[in-house]
Structures are given as structure tokens and as C-alpha cells.
């Protein structure tokens, strides 16, 4: 499997992505909003794009869908839900289905809302695990969920799905977010060693050539999978005085969401 991240420089700071067969150059576009980037790469490489797929329905995902498949003819792939959402998708995705690319490569539907409720990650099938998590989980971070979401099943998501993955998986997110989201970590838990030392790697770091981080890393930095850390919930305390003696997890999450919202 090749992967391609593809800065697009734009406000948003978006991460596109290609994933090539290295065997017959057949090619899946994640979330291609820069199409002519996208297109271009592509073309560069020697790659078809056969597929285009959407990791949920905002625009800054979906916006280049039209461009692309008018240029490639590719199939459009998202979750089964999103159908009155992004127009014109040939797949509907559920949870387990896999997504092949040329004959080398195989992508896993992971059904993970929070974000949105119609969102999907894709677990590789490879050696090493990459997962392609568009809005649900950022480098050090995890997406809000203020366009139709929901913070309880973003916990769900997490707590269920993303941290019983490999502690060795690839991680490769919707944006270029890292710097803020370790200055949040850190406000949320002041001693954080890792998270102190990644932010002086990362917070001039170039886009184009971003760190990628692991699921092993991001548990030592991400403070949304922190929820039992007692730094991070003395802190929570501050901001929250009615909290209960026992804290549950799910509290934690909700809580941290809630403060990030406005941070």
C-alpha cells in the first residue's frame, strides 16, 4: 500500500489522501477537496483513480468529489447513511465492509459517529495498521461535534473503536491540527512530559512533511484517551466543581469535549 497526504494549504488545513496499489497503480481518493492537487499527483505517479471516498459530509471533504469523477469516472464511496447527504454515492458503507484497491490493498469500514453520525474511518490491512480517521480522531486531538453530531457517541467511538486498535497503527487525519491540540492537552495536564517535548517538535513543523503519529503516541499525548489520568481530572475539578467523587470515564470525555469547544 503507498499512501500520499496531500497538503492543501487551504484555512482549513485539510489532509487529503491517495492510496495506491503498487502492483497496478489503481488508486482510492480520501476526502479529495484539492482535486486539482489530487488529480495531479495522481497523473505525476502514473496512478488511476478508480474510487473517491468521503469520510463523512462536509463540504471540506466532499468538495472536490464532483471534479474528480468528472475527470477519472471513479465510484463514490461513504457510509450507507450519508446518501441524502453526498450526492451521487455508488457504495454504502457499513461497518466491516472492505474496500479493495487494486490487488494489493484493503481497507476496513470502521462506522465511528461522533463527529457526525454518518462517518466512516478506514483500517488498513497491512502489516502495520494505518487508519485514515478524517474528523473523528487528530493527531493529539478528536473532532468536535457541532454539524450534526454527538459527544456521547464520539466517547463510544472512542473508547470502543479507536483505542482497542494496535498500539502501532498509523495515523493519518482529516487536518494539520497537532500544535493546538498539544497546547490543549497540556493545559489539561500541566506534567505531560511527551506532549511538552512532541509541541516543541511539531509547533513549526511544515505540513507538507508532517510528523505521523502511532496509537501508542497518541495515548501518551492526546488527552482524549487520558479520561483515567489524575492530572486530568484535578484539572477537570477546577473548571467543574459540582463534579462527583467517582468520576466515569465517559464524564471525563464529555467534559474535556465540552471545554475544548470554547479553548
Same mark, same amino acid.
Given at each position: 500500500?503507498?499512501?500520499?497526504?496531500?497538503?492543501?494549504?487551504?484555512?482549513?488545513?485539510?489532509?487529503?489522501?491517495?492510496?495506491?496499489?503498487?502492483?497496478?497503480?489503481?488508486?482510492?481518493?480520501?476526502?479529495?477537496?484539492?482535486?486539482?492537487?489530487?488529480?495531479?499527483?495522481?497523473?505525476?505517479?502514473?496512478?488511476?483513480?478508480?474510487?473517491?471516498?468521503?469520510?463523512?459530509?462536509?463540504?471540506?471533504?466532499?468538495?472536490?468529489?464532483?471534479?474528480?469523477?468528472?475527470?477519472?469516472?471513479?465510484?463514490?464511496?461513504?457510509?450507507?447513511?450519508?446518501?441524502?447527504?453526498?450526492?451521487?454515492?455508488?457504495?454504502?458503507?457499513?461497518?466491516?465492509?472492505?474496500?479493495?484497491?487494486?490487488?494489493?490493498?484493503?481497507?476496513?469500514?470502521?462506522?465511528?459517529?461522533?463527529?457526525?453520525?454518518?462517518?466512516?474511518?478506514?483500517?488498513?490491512?497491512?502489516?502495520?495498521?494505518?487508519?485514515?480517521?478524517?474528523?473523528?480522531?487528530?493527531?493529539?486531538?478528536?473532532?468536535?461535534? %457541532?454539524?450534526?453530531?454527538?459527544? !456521547?457517541? $464520539?466517547?463510544?467511538? #472512542? &473508547?470502543?473503536?479507536?483505542?482497542? +486498535?494496535?498500539?502501532? /497503527?498509523?495515523?493519518?487525519?482529516?487536518?494539520?491540527?497537532?500544535?493546538?491540540?498539544?497546547?490543549?492537552?497540556?493545559?489539561?495536564?500541566?506534567?505531560?512530559?511527551?506532549?511538552?517535548?512532541?509541541?516543541?517538535?511539531?509547533?513549526?513543523?511544515?505540513?507538507?512533511?508532517?510528523?505521523?503519529?502511532?496509537?501508542?503516541?497518541?495515548?501518551?499525548?492526546?488527552?482524549?484517551?487520558?479520561? %483515567?489520568?489524575?492530572?486530568?481530572? !484535578?484539572? $477537570?475539578?477546577?473548571? #467543574? &466543581?459540582?463534579?462527583?467523587?467517582? +468520576?466515569?470515564?465517559? /464524564?471525563?470525555?464529555?467534559?474535556?469535549?465540552?471545554?475544548?469547544?470554547?479553548?
Amino acid at each position: 500500500m503507498i499512501v500520499e497526504q496531500i497538503w492543501t494549504a487551504n484555512t482549513y488545513r485539510n489532509f487529503n489522501y491517495l492510496i495506491a496499489c503498487p502492483e497496478t497503480g489503481e488508486t482510492l481518493a480520501i476526502d479529495p477537496l484539492d482535486h486539482e492537487k489530487c488529480l495531479s499527483k495522481a497523473k505525476d505517479k502514473g496512478w488511476e483513480i478508480t474510487q473517491v471516498l468521503n469520510t463523512h459530509e462536509h463540504g471540506d471533504h466532499t468538495g472536490g468529489n464532483k471534479a474528480v469523477i468528472a475527470a477519472t469516472g471513479a465510484k463514490l464511496l461513504a457510509h450507507a447513511n450519508a446518501k441524502h447527504s453526498i450526492p451521487g454515492i455508488d457504495r454504502g458503507l457499513g461497518a466491516g465492509d472492505v474496500i479493495r484497491v487494486g490487488n494489493m490493498v484493503e481497507l476496513e469500514s470502521l462506522d465511528t459517529p461522533g463527529h457526525t453520525m454518518s462517518h466512516v474511518c478506514l483500517l488498513s490491512h497491512t502489516d502495520q495498521p494505518a487508519i485514515f480517521c478524517g474528523d473523528t480522531l487528530f493527531n493529539a486531538g478528536a473532532g468536535n461535534c %457541532h454539524s450534526g453530531g454527538h459527544p !456521547a457517541e $464520539l466517547y463510544q467511538t #472512542f &473508547s470502543g473503536q479507536l483505542a482497542r +486498535l494496535a498500539d502501532d /497503527t498509523l495515523v493519518y487525519p482529516g487536518h494539520d491540527y497537532i500544535a493546538n491540540n498539544l497546547e490543549f492537552t497540556l493545559d489539561r495536564e500541566p506534567d505531560n512530559a511527551a506532549a511538552k517535548k512532541l509541541l516543541g517538535s511539531v509547533a513549526d513543523q511544515n505540513p507538507e512533511n508532517p510528523l505521523i503519529t502511532t496509537l501508542a503516541l497518541e495515548k501518551e499525548v492526546n488527552t482524549f484517551f487520558r479520561l %483515567h489520568n489524575p492530572s486530568v481530572i !484535578a484539572r $477537570l475539578r477546577e473548571n #467543574f &466543581s459540582d463534579l462527583p467523587r467517582e +468520576l466515569d470515564a465517559k /464524564t471525563v470525555f464529555l467534559k474535556l469535549r465540552e471545554l475544548r469547544n470554547d479553548w
